[in-house]
Structures are given as structure tokens and as C-alpha cells.
């Protein structure tokens, strides 16, 4: 039940929560933690899980005695003899005193379906919040281009205005000014529809986030920020112990282990105490009474099932009585014995697929790792392409002062510069989508890499 008061308490202090990301600047990891806390999808199977667990709790009852409590009359009219009223009020009591362990097996899987769904529950959680992130990137990344593209149409209508000053003087050509103006109104074309692709972004992310406005985003696409990676063989064993999908496979493993105990367990006999005690008479107040004591065995297998129960008792003042009755069933289910080698093979391929997933995931902690670094080369290199850009801008600013290149050359060669500062930015996201992608890999929560990059060349744990 302790999900189910996170649930409430997590519920109320929500809003609260959320009015302060908005006040202060919403982060990545507050972008996901709203995400997570406005999925009414997610809360449902919280919730559901809840249930089961208290379902489970109280399945503690099959360890405790049965009680049943029955009542009767019995009223029978003769035409030939004495009439007879018989009233009848008992109590019976079961009691299971052994089962081969059997109702401890069945628990211990329901309690491993439990933490799967707790497993999946997690993963489901993870999932959006990594969509809420990756939409925040996306939105930072389109006011990132889009503020370059306004900036780059602000210096191509300079330059506009600069060529019709001189086509009006008969200094450049008519053809040159048409061509100028195309070119200016292809970017406040391509401008136009950037914004309405950052509007759509931004739309989906407050309606991921629960929220009908987005607020202040405090994070920005830092392009001269290097990434602190992990050594990889770390990042190997942080992704073996915590990486989700091991961890179902895990409990995959100990929920055949639990099945194939219980297929090989399940000729094991049952043994139950019963017991009854019970009132009768004619009439009230019932004057008569009487009890029994017994055994009961229950066994079951594909070839013989069946059950054998003895009882003795006393009905006062003069008699006691004795029962012992055997039933049987031959050959029940035959195809039943091919069972314990199908959970073999079930248990056995489990562990295959968890040996093959575990090399899986242990190359694709590597590789995470070195495609961050190698994105964030990438990175440099775009900075470096920029920066030659830039000098290939002022060269042309130059040649057009000296009247070797026309003023279209120019627009050109900004155009050509903005090209460089949206790579540059790409590549930016790019490397952090990289780095969300090794997080989840290794079961980090956004913005932890880092973290864990430190604490793994420091010797400690994160």
C-alpha cells in the first residue's frame, strides 16, 4: 500500500511543485518530472498496481484456518409414523498444515509479477520523461536557429537596402536587386515556417508537461560545453547492474525458477486439519451436541490424483464415531508429465536471452560512450568550420570593398554562415541527445552522466 500514499501524497503536493518550476525556470529534470506527474496514463497504473499489492497482502489469508459456519432444518411429515423436526447448526474449521510449499511458491511469483509491473511501471515512467526532454531540446534548438535566421534576414535586408540605395544611383545592376530581393523573402519564408515548427514544439511540451502556457526554460544549448564521460568499462558495469531491461529479465529468470519448483513440487501431497463441532435437537434451546477431528490428503500427479480423508469424533452421552474414505483417479492429465521439462526448456532459453542481452548491453554501453565522444569531436569541428566561415564572411566583406565580389556574393557568403551556426547547434543537440540515450542505458536520470562520470574517477557510487 506504500505506492498508493506516494500516489496521494505526490498528488497533493504536485501543483505546488509545479508552481515553483514555473516561478524559477523549468530544467531538463523539471521538464520531466511535470511530464511524469501529468500523465494520467501513468497514475492509472500506479493506482492499479496499488490494488494488486494489497491483493497480495492479504492472500496471507490462505496461511490461516478456514472457518464456515452452517445452519439447517430438516423438517420431515409421515403419513405412516412419527413426524421429525431436526435442527442442525455446526462449525467447521480447515486448517493447512503442509503443501509442499506450494501457496509460498505462488506468493513469492505474485510478489515477482508485482516488482515486473513495478519494473515496467518505471520504464513507462522513463519513456516520458525522456519525450518531454527531447521535445525541450527541440524547442531550445528552434529558438536557437530561429534567432540565427532572424539575425542572418536582419543583415540581408541591410544588405537590401544598401543595393537599392545604389541600383537607384546606377551602381548595380537591376537583375542583382531582384535577385537580392528573392533572397530576402526565401528567409522570411524559411523564418516563417521555423516558427511555426517552435510553436507546435512548444505546444507539445506544455501539453506533455499538464500546463496551458510553457513557462521559463532556465536550460540553454551551451555549444561550447565539453560532456565528463565515464571510462566505458565503468559504464559497463553500471549498465549490468541497473539497466532495466536486465533487471526484467532478471525477474524473468526467478519467476521460471519459482514455476519450475512448483511443477516439480506439485505430486508433493497436501496434508489439512479439519475439525467441526455442531448442535442439534427438535427444538430450542438445542440440547445435543457433538465434534470431530480428522485428516485430509490430497495428492495430484498426471498419472494418480486424488484424496484420502480419516476423522473420528464423539457424539455424547453414548456415541463416538469413525470415518475413513479413500478416492482415487487414474492416469487425471498424462499429458501432464511433459510439464516439468517444459519449464526446463522455458527457464533455459530465459537464461539464454539473458546471457545474449547482457552482451548486448554491455557493447552498447561502450559505444554510447564513444559516440559521445565522438559527437562531441563533431562538435569542435563545427566550432572550427564556424570560426574559418567567419573568416570567410569578413574576406568577402573585404573583396566587396575592393569591388571584386557584387553584394549577392556577400548575401551568400552570410547565408553560408548561418548554415555553419544551425550545425553547430545540431551538433550540440545531437551530443546531448547522445548523452540522454547512454543515461537511460545506464538507468541515470537526465543530467546525471556527468555525475556519474565523477564519482566513477573519484572511486565512489552515485
Known sequence: MRWFFF??????????????????????PGAARMAVEASGELRDEYAARALREGAWVWGLRAYLPRLSITASEDDRLSEIGTDSFLKNYSVNLEQLLWDGGRISLSRKMEKIELDLAGSRLKQMASDIADVAVSTYREVLQGRRVLEIQEKTLESLREQLRILERESELGLARLSDLIEAEITV??????????????????????????LENLPLLSERIDTERSPRLPAPVKACHLAESRNQELSALRYSIVRRQAELRTVSRS???????????????????????????????????????????SSMGWDPPYDRNARLQQTVTPAPDPAGVFSVRSAELTLAYERSRYKTVLKEIRVAAERGVKTCSLLDRKRILALEALELEGKKFRLAELKLSLGEITRIELMEARLDYAKREAAVVETAVALLHAERQLERLLDLRPGELSLFADSAYNGGEI
Open 185 to 210: 523573402a526565401l528567409a522570411g519564408l524559411e523564418i516563417f515556417s521555423l516558427a511555426m515548427d517552435l510553436e507546435e514544439a512548444e505546444w507539445r511540451l506544455a501539453e506533455k508537461m499538464g
Open 267 to 309: 505430486w508433493v501431497p497436501s496434508l489439512h486439519l479439519t475439525g467441526s463441532f455442531g448442535l442439534s435437537g427438535r427444538q430450542y434451546p438445542l440440547s445435543r451436541y457433538s465434534w470431530s477431528v480428522g485428516f485430509v490428503v490430497d495428492f495430484s500427479s498426471p498419472w494418480l490424483s486424488g484424496n484420502m480423508s
Open 7 to 28: 500516489l496521494i501524497s505526490f498528488l497533493t503536493f504536485a501543483p505546488f511543485l509545479a508552481q515553483s518550476e514555473t516561478e524559477t525556470g523549468l530544467d531538463f
